[in-house]
């Protein structure tokens, strides 16, 4: 008879948030694979758990998954965890969850912390529909592309970004959403927790003064106005995107869909042009 695979969350800042099924669990199982054992154990050692841990990070994920899945299938329990939040999400697993769902195997969520959530809650952006993104690319050329591809949500957009990067993302907020409202949350849970509201370039000015940003951020966004006010031509911004790098005919794939027209009717206006 197969073990189960228990997707543990755990604390993403302040220990005291683990959950009392989820620290059952862990002294339960036979093996705990995280990504890091390292910063794991700071948290198993709080709860006074001793259990062989199994890293499981993305450079090693594929040939994990093998072991793992031989192990459930021999009959053992496994946790996984994230070194902070809920598994699988911005965090490996998924491949581990497909083979284990495909080998017949049950899988078990334990439901917790998660920053995403956590930041919503007490955003005070709307609540009643959202987009999870995850984490933004690193160049700003994508993460605008990014941007503009989500121009027409009609929700509170939600992502994960670092703290090195993200005055240049509220940049490209500001550059391609505009003025919309903007929460940015730092180090939730911890001693120093906080949440900065208002425009993209009022937050970056916040931020930009300090001596430097520091700790795990998550930047909401809310959506914009039914009559959202566009400071260039549709014309222009495809040429802008252009400049960017971004090929013609996907820039007027974007501004098209962005803007409600036509895809013919904007390519030969910018051909006109």
């Known amino acids: 008879m197969p073990g189960t695979l228990y997707l543990v969350a755990t604390p993403i800042g302040n220990l005291e948030d683990i959950t009392v099924r989820a620290a059952r669990i862990l002294r339960e199982a036979d093996v705990i694979a995280c990504e890091d054992t390292r910063q794991s154990r700071k948290l198993l050692d709080h709860l006074g758990i001793s259990k062989p841990l199994v890293s499981y990070h993305e450079h090693n994920e594929a040939v994990r998954t093998a072991e793992l899945i031989e192990r459930l299938t021999n009959g053992s329990t496994i946790a996984l965890i994230s070194d902070a939040g809920t598994p699988l999400i911005s965090d490996p697993g998924y491949r581990l969850v497909t083979a284990a769902i495909a080998a017949a195997i049950p899988v078990v969520p334990l439901p917790g912390p998660n920053a995403a959530v956590a930041a919503l809650s007490a955003s005070g952006l709307p609540t009643d529909a959202f987009r999870f993104c995850g984490f933004l690319p690193p160049k700003s050329t994508a993460r605008r592309k990014v941007f503009e591809s989500l121009r027409a949500e009609e929700c509170t957009l939600i992502f994960y970004e670092t703290p090195h990067r993200i005055l240049e993302a509220l940049e490209d907020v500001e550059a391609v959403l505009g003025a ?22 009022e937050i970056r000015a916040t931020l930009a003064a300090r001596p430097s940003v520091k ?48 895809k013919r009717d904007l390519y030969k206006a910018v051909m006109d042009i």
Request: charged share 30%; aromatic share 4%.
């Open 215 to 262: 700790g795990e951020i998550t930047l909401l966004i809310g959506k914009g106005s039914a009559a959202e006010v566009y400071t260039t031509t549709p014309e222009e911004a495809v040429r802008e995107l252009e400049q960017q790098g971004v090929p013609r005919m996907d820039a007027i794939k974007q501004v098209a869909k962005s803007r409600g027209l036509h």
């Open 180 to 201: 919309r409202p903007v929460v940015v949350a730092r180090e939730l849970t911890k001693m120093y927790e906080e949440f900065l509201r208002g425009t993209a370039s």
